[in-house]
């Protein structure tokens, strides 16, 4: 055998056995597990320029492979019933956006998909997931693979979201096929710049494929109502954010949050309020430049109040808030603001002065361009 055929050969059937051993033990899992699936959609589409700093080129056509890993709720906590039998799933999506500019990115990110219209045959559903992304090509201005064109990406690691929406037939117990669209988001969240971030709008036709059922038993069982309470909330955060200059170093941001909730139908907040944010970045350009001497902490901070809702999902709240802006830093920024993200509550009691203790992981925004990532924790009362 040619040296070369047998040196190519190996790796492929490592491949091979890699995957019938994955593919084996999921089997093994799913035998077992009722509800679990696998779904893989294929998908083409075309990224858009969302501002006019855009200054990279449009791929004619960019495409990949979105695959899930995905669960089919049957009862076994109180919020599956409020939710009426949600989807959980684990995705992994591969996007070749072009070879000169973007290169190829990857997303790994937990999702939940929720019903909209559900019959016997035919469904519409949203999913949506957020979690973390890998692109191969980024803006740099040194040689030898200098590209300045993309402005778009300013390093490996970034956010990563998407949002879909499918139309599927379910064609017997073990397997659907779906047609639909989504969007998908590429960015740092401005730890590195240029932060303008990849937007990419697809179509996909796929397949879903239940080793098991696709429809598991349900749990019978009565739900208590929770009371419409109302909560006081504050949240701290930090963000790790750069200045207005390509190459500038992160500096923190500091983010503080006072709002009020209200419960509703068991299983949904809406709330209000006002909060803050100092920029470290905006303090070290006054000092640099000269401006506002012995006042530059006047003019390194933000401030808004903002509306908004949250989704609760047992443990998880998936919350999106809009705000105006009450006071602007130096630099200022467009009048409306937009957070989204997750809670990941510690505590939830219906009883005693705390009624909750969480985590949040939350992406704020200028309509399409992210600002920064915020990590906070937050207490209800």
């Keep these: 055998m040619n040296p070369r055929v047998y040196v190519f050969r190996l790796p492929l059937l490592y491949l091979h056995v890699l995957l019938a051993v994955l593919c084996g033990s999921l089997t093994a899992f799913a035998q077992a ?49 409020r939710r009426h039998f949600p989807t959980v799933g684990i995705g992994i999506t591969y996007t070749s956006y072009d070879r000169q500019y973007y290169g190829q990115g990857i997303g790994f990110y937990p999702n939940l998909e929720l019903p909209l219209i559900r019959g016997n045959r035919l469904e519409w559903c949203m999913r949506f997931g957020m979690g973390l992304g890998y692109i191969s090509k980024h803006y740099t201005r040194y040689a030898p693979d200098y590209d300045t064109l993309n402005n778009a990406i300013g390093g490996h690691i970034n956010n990563f979201s998407l949002l879909a929406s499918d139309l599927r037939l379910h064609l017997n117990k073990h397997w659907d096929v779906q047609a639909g669209i989504n969007f998908t988001h590429m960015s740092s969240a ?89 920029h470290e970045s905006l303090y070290n350009f006054q000092r640099l430049q000269g401006i506002h001497p012995g006042d530059e902490k006047q003019y390194a901070w933000k401030s808004g109040v903002y509306a908004g809702h949250e989704f609760l ?39 005693g002065i705390v009624k909750e203790c969480w985590i949040s992981t939350l992406l704020k925004t200028h309509y399409s361009t992210a600002e920064l990532a915020e990590l906070g924790v937050g207490v209800s009362f």
């Design 313 to 351: 999902y047992g443990h998880v709240g998936l919350m999106m808030q809009i705000g105006v802006y009450i006071h602007q830093a130096i630099l200022p920024s467009p009048l409306l603001y937009e957070k989204l993200g997750m809670n990941w509550y510690l505590l939830q009691s219906e009883s």
């Design 190 to 278: 401005k730890f590195r710049l240029p932060n303008l971030g990849i937007n990419l709008l697809a179509g996909h036709i796929g397949v879903r494929y239940f080793p098991n059922t696709s429809s598991p038993a349900r749990r019978e069982k009565k739900v208590p109502a929770l009371s419409n309470r109302w909560l006081l909330q504050f949240r701290q955060g930090i963000a790790m954010s750069t200045g207005e200059s390509i190459g500038s170093t992160a500096t923190p941001v500091y983010l503080s949050a006072l709002y009020i909730s209200k419960r509703y139908w068991s299983k949904n907040k809406v709330f209000a309020g006002i909060d803050y944010s100092y």
């Design 33 to 81: 597990e009722e509800g679990f699936g696998i779904e893989a959609n294929p998908m083409a589409g075309r990224v858009f320029k969302h501002t006019k700093r855009f200054l990279g080129p449009i791929p004619p056509v960019s495409g990949g492979l979105d695959l899930n890993f995905l669960w089919k709720t049957r009862g076994n906590k109180d919020w599956q019933y």
